[in-house]
């Protein structure tokens, strides 16, 4: 009882009421489509759900063993670029010092795709799934829904059907174009970005070689 009322004062510091908006919802739908599609089937459910970091506010979306997960979803028409919001989100520094190896994960999302699903029907797919195995991972599936500013009571408000078009990884190492906080003057924070994902293809990795880490 007393974690269920801390994470509701958590949501309602967050401001309920409130749908998420476009770029939350994309945002939101890159995630589970990238829990659903590998870390379920590759680390296992429970594993899969302790390793979503992103609605916890962790520093990165996904991390597992050594390997963080930085994911970035954006409609497949977009050539502009991958935004990145502060100076931290490619940072691979985790919380306590630990050095991990980061990747950073675009998802290419087909819009208004008549094939594809809402956002409702995505959170319905996975919680389908999570059911038949077991209602206490459901639970721990529907906390982090909240923690994302997801409510069943606004799924009407989400109508956009989406399908991914493609999954691209990048392996975030030193050369990687980047600014983290040893790069840049330490008044300074907050820093946004936008890197030409497109001209990265030097980094870029298969995503068999990337999946692969995630059970070492």
């Not at 028409?77 to 100076?87: A, F, P, V």
């Not at 995505?122 to 500013?149: A, G, Y």
């Not at 790069?183 to 970005?193: F, Q, T």
Request: net charge neutral; hydrophobic share 35%; with cysteine.
């Amino acid at each position: 009882l007393l974690k269920k009322l801390n994470l509701l004062q958590k949501f309602f510091q967050k401001g309920p009421g409130r749908n998420l908006s476009l770029e939350g919802e994309i945002g939101l739908i890159g995630e589970l489509y990238f829990l659903k599609n590998f870390m379920m089937p590759n680390v296992g459910l429970v594993r899969g759900l302790s390793a979503w970091k992103g609605p916890l506010s962790g520093l990165h979306d996904f991390e597992t063993g050594s390997v963080s997960i930085e994911i970035k979803t954006t409609p497949a028409e977009i050539k502009h670029g991958i935004k990145i919001h502060n100076e931290a989100q490619l940072d691979n520094t985790r919380k306590g010092g630990d050095v991990t190896s980061l990747y950073l994960c675009v998802v290419l999302l087909k819009g208004e795709d008549p094939d594809g699903m809402t956002l409702a029907e995505l959170v319905k797919t996975i919680r389908d799934e999570i059911e038949s195995s077991s209602s206490v991972n459901l639970n721990v599936f529907n906390d982090l829904l909240i923690q994302s500013n997801y409510l069943d009571s606004h799924a009407a408000h989400y109508k956009k059907k989406f399908s991914i078009k493609e999954y691209k990884f990048y392996i975030v190492d030193d050369n990687f174009p980047k600014i983290t906080k040893n790069k840049v003057h330490y008044a300074l924070e907050k820093i946004s970005y936008t890197i030409k994902i497109d001209q990265c293809s030097e980094f870029e990795r298969a995503s068999d070689d990337v999946v692969g880490l995630f059970s070492e």
